[in-house]
């Protein structure tokens, strides 16, 4: 597609729930970037794909967190065992390399809240 | 610890007015500077970008950022907004050693024009 599509949109999800958010970064781009954006803040960086392998994945908040890019293309982030801190808007973001080629595409998140 | 302030929360302005949006970083080494835009609504967007060489950079939408090394500040500018320019504008860094990815975000400045 045109830009880097992320869904769903919004998941509303009970506390202690599991949770997948999806994103479908631009074609060919082969750097895929997770961001976390909690209210007020700027977003913060979790992990980045550099292909099929997590590159960096110093972010990830703990080990309820996980994400995976099994083709080198779509990523999932996973989060199990959801707690109410966990709300935040999740960014995904691609690149056709690193920053240094022009920086990065985002998409436009998936707010997640747990009740 | 390293990080990106921005130092105005909220600004509000009239159309024509004058802009300047403040950026520190505290990381001492080389680093690329960027920033970003979100109008409301949408997802982020590169406004700029400083890699190296003239230290004033040119953006979209008429904005610049100078960028002072001694005062380790990258502050934006727009000698007149408008109404339009009404988003959340965010200053991000990569330290030159973490080429990979990994932004580094402030905390966003939201900002407002009146008509």
């Known amino acids: 597609g045109a830009g880097v599509s992320q869904t769903p949109s919004n998941k509303v999800t009970e506390k202690g729930k599991y949770v997948e958010l999806r994103c479908d970064p631009i074609?060919?781009?082969?750097?895929l970037y997770w961001y976390r954006q909690s209210l007020g803040q700027g977003p913060e960086f979790l992990i980045y794909?550099?292909?099929?392998?997590?590159?960096?994945d110093s972010g990830l908040p703990n080990d309820r967190f996980f994400a995976v890019r099994p083709e080198g293309s779509v990523s999932t982030l996973k989060i199990q065992r959801t707690e109410r801190g966990d709300s935040a808007v999740y960014l995904c973001a691609s690149s056709a390399g690193t920053v240094l080629s022009g920086g990065y595409t985002f998409g436009s998140g998936t707010r997640l809240t747990v009740v | 610890a390293q990080s990106v302030s921005q130092h105005n929360h909220h600004v509000i302005l009239s159309e024509a007015a004058s802009l300047e949006l403040g950026c520190n970083y505290s990381y001492g080494g080389t680093v690329n500077l960027f920033w970003y835009v979100q109008y409301p609504g949408q997802h982020l967007q590169l406004l700029l970008k400083?890699?190296?060489?003239?230290?004033l950079v040119k953006g979209i939408k008429g904005f610049e950022a100078e960028f002072i090394k001694s005062k380790f500040s990258f502050n934006l500018r727009k000698p007149s907004v408008q109404w339009s320019d009404t988003a959340e504008y965010f200053c991000?860094?990569?330290?030159?050693?973490?080429?990979?990815?990994?932004?580094?975000f402030g905390q966003g400045t939201e900002l407002s024009v009146k008509p």
């Open positions: 074609s060919g781009h082969t750097a």
């Open positions: 991000a860094v990569i330290p030159f050693y973490n080429q990979g990815g990994k932004l580094i």
């Open positions: 400083y890699f190296s060489g003239d230290p």
């Open positions: 794909f550099q292909g099929t392998g997590a590159a960096d």
